[in-house]
């Protein structure tokens, strides 16, 4: 039986009202399939699955490693972002600005925050995949996840990487030059690697030290003001917005493969 | 089930079916946890606002000397303080005083031509006098003078946190230029 509008509550009028349509894309939602409907219409809610069976929620069988590391990350995304305010990827004001990060800049903690959240996600993502090796779920239909999630724990460790660099005292220097002269001795593209020398043109080799993959990765023969740019852009911009895309996949092949934990 | 195994009433989480939620417990863990959700969420954007307004500014001070009154002759424009201060300061033939550098019209950076004995400003061409008087361009009003004074040791001191606008009558005042 139909109510008159006066009588109809105010949640009910908020339901029909074109505001809250235009946004929530139904109305209140009141069975079941509607309930289902109103997450799957939500582009942030559709990525988590409509309903959750009961086992998923213990903390002992996931150890809840996997959204801890997105927490991680979008923690470090945001310290990330106010730290860009106050700091200059150049040589001549990188390490003064990380002073003044801890000194005099508002709430010196905000660097402290980003480095502690660092060395936490690159613990926790081990851990998660630790997690996922014990409990076996890398086995069919989930070993393209874990592909995807060894991707992912690449890209953790190149963040880190990258970002070891940037404070560009003598241990960020010397740490990174020890790093990146591991990439001389990449096979065929690096100018120490095995298969280098064979890149020739009679006399004239192809990969050297002014030529290689680390050449490419350092912008110079060293590691200089070019790096300090060339990592400062990877750390900010390339490397989240590759394991964003990555992320994204990962997170919907959970569910497509049968959900969260749990046997299939 | 006996009942020492039985969970506490208000407790969420540890519900069986033989033990609904009750309903003012719930309301109760509901109510608390918005709130802790909302005093989380409200400290969070207090640090952020707080985050973005620097305790130490990399610009020059808004109040400066600028050296004894001696120093500059009459009737001439100094331009030395115009990149670091934004000021000119002009001596005429009874008073020393510093005009802001920001166009009235749209607030770009005129230039002194020396020899055409005005300010001129490159973007929409408005002119001004050595008095910093507007006579041609789109300019609506005179440049803005600072305050101006002499500090202990004698030397001219220029405050730009307070400025004098000559349509407000304010020229007159007396610390809007130096008496030598």
């Not at chain 2, 863990?29 to 985050?51: E, H, K, M, N, S």
């Not at chain 2, 055409?116 to 001004?128: D, I």
């Not at chain 2, 101006?148 to 304010?170: C, N, P």
Request: charged share 20%; net charge positive; hydrophobic share 45%.
């Amino acid at each position: 039986m139909e109510r008159s509008d006066n009588k109809k509550s105010l949640l009910e009028r908020m339901g029909e009202s074109q505001v809250w349509k235009s946004i929530i894309r139904s109305g209140v939602p009141r069975t079941r399939r509607q309930r289902m409907h109103a997450i799957l219409g939500s582009v942030f809610l559709h990525l988590h699955p409509a309903r959750l069976p009961k086992h998923a929620v213990k903390v002992g069988y996931t150890w809840c490693m996997g959204g801890l590391s997105f927490f991680l990350f979008v923690n470090l995304t945001i310290t990330g972002i106010l730290l860009m305010f106050y700091y200059r990827p150049t040589v001549e004001y990188a390490f003064t600005d990380i002073i003044d990060l801890a000194e005099q800049v508002p709430l010196g903690i905000m660097r402290e925050l980003h480095r502690w959240a660092a060395h936490a996600m690159v613990l926790i993502v081990w851990l998660h995949m630790v997690r996922v090796f014990m409990t076996g779920s890398y086995k069919p239909p989930r070993e393209f996840n874990w592909g995807v999630g060894v991707l992912l724990m690449t890209l953790t460790l190149l963040l880190s990487f990258t970002g070891y660099l940037l404070p560009w005292d003598q241990l960020a220097i010397w740490a990174v030059t020890v790093g990146s002269n591991m990439a001389r001795a990449t096979p065929f593209l690096g100018h120490e690697g095995p298969g280098a020398a064979l890149l020739a043109i009679g006399d004239i080799n192809l990969i050297h030290v002014g030529s290689d993959v680390r050449f490419a990765l350092l912008g110079g023969r060293f590691v200089g003001e070019a790096t300090l740019l060339r990592f400062y852009v990877l750390h900010c911009i390339g490397i989240p917005f590759i394991a964003m895309i990555f992320m994204a996949v990962h997170f919907w092949r959970i569910r497509k493969d049968g959900g969260i934990s749990g046997p299939l | 089930m006996s009942e020492e195994k039985q969970a506490p009433r208000a407790a969420v989480g540890t519900t069986t079916p033989q033990d609904p939620i009750q309903r003012r417990g719930f309301f109760r863990w509901l109510a608390l946890g918005w709130l802790t959700f909302a005093a989380a969420t409200g400290g969070f954007f207090t640090v952020i606002i707080r985050f973005l307004y620097p305790n130490v500014l990399f610009e020059p001070p808004q109040t400066f000397k600028i050296g004894f009154p001696d120093e500059f002759s009459p009737n001439s424009v100094d331009t030395r303080f115009k990149k670091k201060f934004n000021a000119w300061v002009v001596r005429d033939d009874e008073s020393i005083f510093a005009l802001s550098t920001t166009c009235t019209h749209l607030g770009c950076t005129p230039n002194w031509l020396l020899t055409e004995n005005k300010f001129k400003c490159p973007c929409h061409g408005s002119g001004f006098r050595i008095t910093g008087i507007n006579f041609e361009g789109p300019a609506p009003r005179p440049l803005e003078r600072f305050k101006i004074g002499l500090s202990d040791d004698g030397q001219i001191l220029v405050d730009k946190t307070k400025s004098y606008k000559w349509e407000k009558g304010e020229w007159e005042n007396k610390d809007s230029f130096l008496k030598v």
